[in-house]
């Protein structure tokens, strides 16, 4: 545990940043110790990400200074990152999945024998003593790929302290893994501390960031608005700071049980029946009524990510039916899903996204034609994009603005926004607030409720229970590809679904 009475390793001082004439930071102050663990909360576009991509070295243009052992330090790329010593993994692993762990790990420095040929032998004997290190017991010579997300992000980390990196910024790190899986990362960010690697931990679970670490530092707007001992607050008191105000009453009624209603009566609008994916689920029955929200819940793994890609025609079941109104769907095509009014938001939004694009692109691509005839006029996109991002309360309503500079959470809007551009009878939902803040999931799923009132059959796939027992009508638990409970008309809490996961 660090005290305050230890010089600062890494500071920041009066940092700004803008984006046009958005303004993302304005004058924040941010300091961290040796050997620290330090989290970093705040709303969706309160600035998080773009501080921590400064200190990447991934924003090189912004105001004020940053200083490494009380010395200002240049900050211009993210190889000049890297010697000074601030590796960054992402929320969304750079890893190359084709490549073995040890391939891995010596990304772009791989040992080399005296003719300038890659030493495998060395690499895989270094790989596999620098992972003992951490206690990280893998077969370096298999593919990424086939090991959990846990050990792939255990790996990218490994990466990161071995090319001597004393800064180590962990971007929402829980936001993919089962309670085991934050377990077994939180001990790992333990050992980093004791061998004095200091860790800055951005999460929007609010409960991690409080279990891991020393200090927490709360963004709001773009300002620093206060940083506290891990010890001295309690969950209530950051959300409230980085919000302004408590939050609504029906998102922190599942720490006490949410009531469901019971299974309605009404005639299916969605419907599966005997679905299979192999390695992925089996055997499975589904039914969704217009205007209700079925959650299907599960740990990393259970299937039901695959599931709803399957519905979406993204993924191609051995077996089963899907109907639609109570017409077949046209298994593994998402153009016949999409014409038939049914909308995917997926976990990873760089497969429903082009990140190098202008939002208005991203916005009218999936219904291009209807929305803006034969012809492209980007007049005529920037405004139909303009109204839809007004409507979902994204923020900056900036059309032209590259949608790589959003946060999280308003790419999430942007998403949404795109495929409210023609009617929406399916709306299905795969961890649609993975990597975001209380507030953030609160203002995403409030869109997700009024698609639900307009008379959408809405599916909710989601590894959180908070987010199921708070917006789900009736609940469906996974394991391991098959159904092991359905809750509907009884209350029932967070421990309950755990225990059928």
Not at 18 to 39: M, S
Not at 189 to 203: D, L, N
């Amino acid at each position: 545990m660090t005290t305050l009475s230890q010089s600062p390793l890494l500071e920041c001082r009066e940092i700004g940043k803008r984006f046009g004439g958005e303004v993302a930071l304005e004058g924040v102050d941010f300091t961290l110790l040796p050997g620290e663990v330090h989290g970093l909360v705040g709303s969706n576009g309160a600035g998080k990400s773009t501080l921590m991509k400064i200190l990447a070295g991934a924003l090189p243009e912004h105001a004020g200074t940053v200083c490494l052992d009380g010395r200002p330090i240049d900050l211009s790329s993210p190889q000049s990152a890297l010697r000074h010593g601030i590796a960054m993994v992402y929320q969304e692993l750079s890893g190359i999945g084709q490549l073995s762990v040890a391939e891995n790990l010596f990304l772009g420095r791989q040992p080399t024998t005296r003719f300038g040929r890659i030493d495998w032998w060395a690499m895989r004997k270094r790989a596999s003593e620098q992972l003992a290190e951490l206690e990280i017991e893998v077969d370096v010579e298999r593919r990424l790929a086939s090991y959990p997300l846990v050990i792939r992000q255990m790996v990218e980390i490994a990466r990161g302290l071995h090319s001597g990196a004393r800064v180590l910024i962990l971007d929402e790190p829980t936001s993919a893994l089962s309670p085991p899986e934050t377990r077994r990362l939180f001990e790992l960010i333990r050992r980093m501390r004791e061998r004095g690697v200091a860790v800055i931990f951005i999460s929007h679970f609010i409960e991690d960031v409080l279990a891991i670490c020393d200090r927490v530092t709360i963004l709001r707007g773009g300002r620093c608005v206060d940083t506290r001992d891990t010890k001295e607050v309690d969950k209530h008191f950051v959300i409230h700071a980085m919000l302004g105000h408590a939050l609504d009453t029906r998102e922190v009624g599942y720490e006490t049980g949410a009531s469901l209603p019971v299974r309605s009566a009404a005639p299916p609008l969605l419907s599966a029946a005997g679905l299979s994916l192999p390695r992925a689920f089996e055997a499975i029955d589904l039914a969704v009524a217009a205007g209700e929200c079925v959650g299907i819940y599960g740990f990393v793994g259970s299937g039901h990510q695959e599931l709803v890609h399957c519905l979406a025609g993204a993924l191609r079941p051995a077996t089963g039916q899907i109907t639609v109104e109570g017409q077949s769907l046209v298994l593994g095509s998402t153009h016949v899903a999409v014409q038939r009014g049914v909308a995917l938001v997926a976990s990873d939004r760089g497969q429903t996204l082009v990140h190098d694009a202008e939002i208005y692109k991203n916005v009218t691509l999936a219904h291009l034609k209807q929305s803006v005839g034969n012809w492209l006029a980007r007049g005529r996109e920037t405004a139909i994009a303009t109204q839809l991002l007004e409507r979902v309360g994204c923020r900056p309503v900036a059309p032209l603005l590259r949608v790589r500079n959003l946060s999280g959470g308003n790419q999430q809007k942007v998403v949404l926004a795109k495929w409210l551009l023609a009617p929406v009878r399916v709306l299905l939902l795969d961890e649609p607030t993975r990597g975001m803040d209380v507030g953030a999931k609160e203002e995403i799923m409030k869109l997700v409720a009024e698609q639900k009132r307009a008379g959408a059959a809405v599916v909710l796939a989601s590894s959180e229970p908070e987010v199921v027992l708070a917006h789900a009508d009736r609940i469906l638990v996974m394991s391991r590809g098959r159904v092991t409970r359905e809750f509907a008309g009884v209350t029932v809490d967070k421990t309950m679904l755990m225990r059928f996961a």
